[in-house]
């Protein structure tokens, strides 16, 4: 099997098809399997619990991450939620305050309804992060880089802390991708995804995935996958698959123009705060540095206005697109605190810093002149 990452992207799990010579693996568009006899089948029985492709991008991913198992679910949170179902009633997790709304609401308005303990605590802030463990921590939940403020986490250093107290670590390489970063390499239990960011990039898939080299884990995941049902179909895992044969190109110009737009950001007067890890003055720029390949195509900021200028300037773009989701060519345009960090409760979103008038950006692909001549024009029209 080949080494090299961009090699890997096009040929790990998907072979040609030894049928008719395809060289795109093909789409089995079917809901179930014939069955020689009852109970003896040809490898598949019903496709919630196995389907060629499916299988095909678990092992692409798993060849990606450096991980034995990869399994697959119909959006991110259904794979974050399939992590949390690892645990019971009376477990104790810490995680990150900074992290997707959508997971703060599950795991503060569902999880915590059966009987699951959630304390969030600041990533970078290792000391604050140890004395939150509990004699019944059971996890620990990392997002690095973070949404939305792309704070920076120690892997490594974290995973000893959670493995000093029997815990597991899950780590959320969303906006990294493996590309950039390798968390099971860093000690890492578990390796989230939403897949439909970066790794599929062209926004036209919802799906996720968990990575694990740990046998029982991805044992007990398989049977959360197929017990429960959320999975994606044949069509999603095709379109996943083919955007991850551009993933390093895509990626590699994600970075540049993102280090452009941080660096136009950091230097513009009506511009208060800039969040990009590539960025010196970035809290933790060194462990990106040492962790990372690159720093990643997120940009976020706060502008010096109010936040009703904050919204009006998140409004007034062209080529960004005001729109949720991250991690497409497109470049699009987010205000965290009435989209997807909306269902985070105002005085929590305050405490964990995240303010009403932050912006976070999903740099794409475009001409980076494009791309900053957009903020420039719309930036002239905040308020001094």
Not at 198 to 204: S, T, V
Not at 208 to 220: I, M, P, V, W
Not at 291 to 296: A, K, L
């Amino acid at each position: 099997m080949p080494q090299h990452f961009d090699t890997l992207a096009i040929h790990a799990g998907q072979p040609n098809d030894p049928e008719t010579g395809s060289i795109t693996f093909p789409i089995y568009q079917t809901s179930t399997f014939a069955q020689d006899a009852p109970g003896e089948t040809k490898g598949y029985c019903y496709a919630r619990t196995e389907n060629p492709n499916r299988e095909a991008l678990e092992r692409l991913l798993g060849a990606l991450e450096g991980a034995k198992h990869g399994r697959c679910f119909a959006s991110g949170l259904a794979a974050a939620n399939a992590c949390i179902m690892l645990l019971k009633a009376g477990d104790h997790v810490v995680a990150s305050k900074d992290i997707y709304g959508g997971a703060y609401r599950a795991f503060s308005k569902v999880f915590s309804n059966f009987g699951m303990e959630f304390t969030f605590v600041d990533p970078v802030d290792l000391t604050a992060m140890a004395a939150a463990f509990k004699p019944n921590t059971t996890m620990l939940w990392l997002e690095t880089p973070s949404n939305p403020k792309l704070a920076i986490t120690d892997i490594a250093a974290a995973c000893a802390i959670a493995k000093k107290h029997g815990a597991l670590t899950v780590c959320d390489n969303t906006f990294a991708t493996p590309y950039l970063q390798r968390p099971l390499d860093l000690g890492v239990d578990i390796v989230l995804h939403s897949t439909t960011k970066y790794l599929n990039g062209h926004g036209d898939v919802i799906s996720g995935a968990l990575l694990t080299n740990n046998d029982e884990l991805a044992q007990r995941l398989h049977f959360l996958q197929n017990t429960l049902g959320g999975v994606p179909g044949p069509q999603d895992c095709f379109l996943i698959m083919r955007g991850i044969k551009t993933l390093s190109l895509r990626m590699d110009r994600h970075c540049e123009n993102a280090r452009a737009v941080a660096e136009f950001l950091a230097a513009h007067p009506k511009v208060e705060t800039v969040y990009f890890p590539g960025l010196t003055t970035h809290v933790n720029h060194d462990v990106a540095k040492k962790q990372m390949r690159d720093f990643g195509g997120m940009v976020s900021a706060e502008l010096k206005c109010s936040v009703a200028d904050a919204k009006a300037f998140a409004s007034r773009t062209k080529l960004f697109t005001l729109a949720e989701s991250l991690g497409v060519v497109k470049s699009l345009l987010c205000h965290p605190a009435s989209m997807t960090h909306a269902s985070v409760e105002p005085e929590v979103r305050r405490k964990h810093g995240l303010s009403d008038g932050l912006i976070r950006l999903s740099v794409g692909i475009e001409h980076k002149d494009d791309i900053i001549d957009d903020l420039r024009v719309a930036l002239e029209q905040v308020p001094s």
